[in-house]
């Protein structure tokens, strides 16, 4: 069973800058595609971010492209998603999602495993 826990969420200015960390625990972590999906108030799940198993291919949303940067470190168990340029219609609850393959993540279907979420706020 693998469990992911978020942090770094917060309320920054536009143009800030935050960085999301996600530390999932269970032994098959360096064996799947991690990434970061979003929720905003009212609106529909949307896919921000994936890597696959080991950091060789990202990929990103057309919203995000140039601004976010998705990476890990499987030596220490850790999922990174550091958002620059940040814009108020970034704000929503960002949630760490991990599973086997990564169009699972890129379509938000049948993702095996989620965090609880973290949430980022941008103010204008």
């Known amino acids: 069973q693998v469990q992911l826990v978020e942090s770094g969420g917060g309320s920054v200015q536009t143009g800030g800058s935050l960085r999301l960390s996600c530390a999932p625990s269970?032994?098959?972590?360096?064996?799947?595609?991690m990434g970061w999906v979003r929720q905003a108030p009212g609106k529909e799940r949307e896919f921000v971010a994936l890597?696959?198993?080991?950091?060789?291919?990202?990929f990103y949303a057309d919203s995000v492209k140039g601004r976010f940067t998705i990476s890990r470190d499987n030596a220490k168990n850790t999922v990174y998603l550091q958002m620059n340029s940040l814009k108020p219609e970034d704000t929503a609850v960002y949630s760490c999602?991990?599973?086997?393959?990564?169009?699972?993540?890129?379509?938000?279907?049948?993702?095996?495993?989620w965090g609880q979420g973290t949430q980022v706020t941008v103010s204008s």
């Open positions: 890597i696959n198993w080991n950091g060789g291919a990202t």
């Open positions: 269970g032994r098959t972590f360096s064996r799947l595609a």
């Open positions: 999602v991990a599973d086997l393959y990564g169009q699972s993540i890129a379509t938000i279907k049948g993702v095996d495993y």
